[in-house]
């Protein structure tokens, strides 16, 4: 385990570049892109909260296991690899093959880590979840990023936190 200090500056370094973030339907794990996400406390524990929009594949994932990873890259290696899972959906690819990358069991839980490094690794358990009500969003930031699909917010406790 590392300090919140420690990997609260690789999170905040790195995120905008892109992160893994992974999911599981408890038979197939799923990962996708992201890049907008905080860490924080919440009910007494270390949380980090994702977006995850309606359409996406991975929500399906969310829905039926309440659970998450995400691998940040810690260096630039995986720019393509994010591209990709930026871009091709799970439900028709199968992202891991087409990006070259692997899964890594995790420490806790189910749902697997991207292996391979250098990532920061986060594994949490969903403890709150809730679709965005626009009508609470500023009209600038609602005009700018959406259209007809908002974002489910999904704030994780994390189990387990540690680079590889
Ligand atoms: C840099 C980058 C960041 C992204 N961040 C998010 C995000 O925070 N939330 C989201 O719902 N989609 C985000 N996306 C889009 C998804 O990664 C993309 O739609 C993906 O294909 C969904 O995969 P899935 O259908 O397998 O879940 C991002 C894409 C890129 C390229």
Same mark, same amino acid.
């Given at each position: ?9 690789? #999170? ?7 992160? $893994? ?14 890049? &907008? ?5 919440? &009910? ?10 309606? %359409? ?5 994932? /969310?829905?039926?296991?309440?659970? #998450? ?12 690899? /994010? ?12 992202? $891991? ?15 697997? *880590?991207?292996?391979?490094? +250098? $990532?920061?690794? /986060?594994?949490?358990? *969903? ?11 500023? +009209?600038?930031?609602?005009?700018? &990023?959406?259209?007809? %699909?908002?974002? %489910? #917010? ?8 540690? %680079?590889?």
């Amino acid at each position: 385990m590392i300090q919140a200090s420690e990997y609260g500056k690789i #999170f905040n370094d790195r995120l905008n570049k892109g992160a $893994f973030l992974n999911t599981s339907n408890g038979q197939k794990a799923n990962t996708m892109t992201v890049s &907008w996400g905080s860490l924080g406390i919440m &009910w007494g524990a270390p949380t980090v909260t994702i977006m995850v929009r309606q %359409t996406r594949y991975s929500k399906e994932n /969310l829905n039926a296991v309440k659970a #998450f990873t995400l691998s940040v890259p810690m260096d630039d290696s995986y720019k393509d690899a /994010l591209a990709l899972c930026g871009s091709k959906s799970g439900r028709d690819t199968d992202k $891991f093959a087409a990006a070259g990358i692997t899964l890594q069991a995790p420490k806790t839980g189910i749902v697997p *880590v991207i292996g391979g490094g +250098p $990532f920061l690794q /986060l594994e949490c358990s *969903v403890v709150y979840e809730r679709k965005m009500d626009l009508a609470c969003l500023n +009209p600038d930031e609602r005009e700018k &990023w959406y259209g007809d %699909t908002e974002h %489910t #917010f999904y704030i994780g406790k994390i189990n387990a936190v540690y %680079t590889v």
